[in-house]
């Protein structure tokens, strides 16, 4: 009898674990609301959140601690905004000191683009740069080692080997063109350049992959001495001609690629709005660099996805689960997260989640090991231990 009633405890304790893991949970809420939320997590387990567009309290980045059971965000002091500054903050990243780093859009090039937050005097450093891009900072991502990244609006990656207070610009066209010279000028719109930078991730490998306007998804193994088109077949044959037969097309052709996520074994999951043109029903593919083979990925709703941006950011925990959030696009059915145990086959994820969960919301996963966090458009955030 005693057995009987210990197998049935242990039984509706395993249930009781099971139900609650698989559900996200409201985890703060009270956070100013407005479009594309943007979330980071830093290596002292700080969170950053901030808005790309808001009309109210412009220019600020909330901080909480994902340790903590009952989060209170509170409020950095304002960035100094730009005078010609456009939306608010569309890059949100961090360095090994647990800094937030915040890259905007500007129109006058003579005025700061990437800001540091200094933690002695607590103000926000405008960062140097030997070179200034057009428009600016629009994605930051930071390796293991310190090494922060960030891809600009119409210029260059831009590399920072200390914690973020000056940044060089590389030039991954250039460099992309001395090896590769079927990429540029004659791939896709016979530009010299590969445009924006819509991306950059970093998988596990310390591998750098940056996500282009033109070119597809491009990647570094020497952090950004040179580059490599993921799409090995490229120049198969004649290095000076694009192989339109490459099998790997699809990483080449994507056009605008606005997420890159990687599976525990480092495969390359990616979002581009170029890639009707292998009939595909979504801008979602998979790509096995050791195999060198690519393909649609599953689980979605047919057209979920019909434009690059609308998956912005694609994260994985510790144990390899992968989540995504996808805006929303004409007609879309089940707008919102999935999730991946092996970066093909997605299962569509909001349960529990009552905050807008809308086409305003993507773009603000962050992760801490196992624990995902997911901002509403309405100041809420959600979390799920995977």
């Given amino acids: ?7 049935l405890i242990l039984g509706l304790l395993v249930a009781s674990i099971t139900a609650k893991s698989q559900t996200w949970t409201l985890w703060a809420s009270g956070l100013p609301s407005g479009v594309y939320p943007r979330m980071v997590v830093s290596p ?21 601690n994902t340790l903590d059971k009952n989060p209170n965000f509170s409020a950095l002091p304002v960035i100094p905004r730009p005078a010609s500054i456009q939306n608010n903050i569309v890059a949100l990243g961090f360095n090994n000191n647990n800094e937030p780093l915040a890259g905007i859009y500007r129109s006058n090039m003579s005025e700061p683009w990437l800001f540091r937050f200094n933690n002695q005097t607590q103000q926000w450093d405008t960062c140097k740069s030997d070179l200034v891009p057009t428009l600016g900072g629009h994605c930051i991502a930071t390796a293991a080692n310190g090494t922060i990244y960030v891809g600009a609006r119409w210029a260059y990656i831009y590399k920072s080997t200390d914690n973020g207070k000056t940044f060089k610009a590389i030039d991954e066209s250039k460099l992309l063109a001395q090896n590769y010279p079927c990429y ?33 998804v491009i990647y570094s193994d020497d952090e950004g001495a040179s580059w490599h088109p993921a799409d090995l077949f490229a120049c198969k044959g004649n290095k000076n001609v694009y192989d339109t037969l ?24 990616w979002s581009g709005n170029d890639m009707w043109y292998f009939n595909w029903k979504n801008k979602l593919g998979f790509a096995n660099l050791k195999d060198s083979t690519v393909s649609e990925v599953v689980g979605l709703p047919d057209y979920l ?11 994985t925990t510790a144990n390899g689960t992968m989540f995504l959030h996808s805006g929303s ?52 955030v959600w979390m799920y231990d995977a």
């Avoid at 434009?307 to 950011?313: A, D, L, M, N, W």
């Fill in 1 to 7: 009898m005693r057995f009987c009633k210990l197998s």
């Fill in 44 to 64: 002292n387990h700080d969170i950053f959140y901030t808005l790309l567009g808001t009309g109210v309290k412009l220019g600020t980045i909330y901080k909480a």
């Fill in 184 to 216: 540029f000028p004659t791939f896709l719109n016979k530009s010299v350049n590969d445009g924006a930078i819509f991306t950059v991730s970093i998988d596990r490998n310390s591998r750098v992959y940056a996500g282009t306007e033109t070119a597809g």
């Fill in 246 to 269: 490459s099998r790997m097309g699809p990483l080449a052709k994507s056009g605008n690629v606005a997420g890159i996520g990687f599976t525990k074994n480092n495969d390359v999951v």
């Fill in 305 to 315: 996805v019909q434009t690059g941006q609308q998956v912005s950011k694609i994260v």
């Fill in 329 to 380: 696009s004409t007609g879309a059915t089940k707008v919102g997260i999935y999730k991946s145990d092996d970066g093909i086959h997605w299962d569509y994820f909001n349960t529990g989640i009552t905050g807008k969960n809308d086409g305003q919301a993507q773009g603000s996963l962050a992760v801490d090991g196992n624990k995902v966090f997911m901002a509403t458009s309405d100041g809420q």
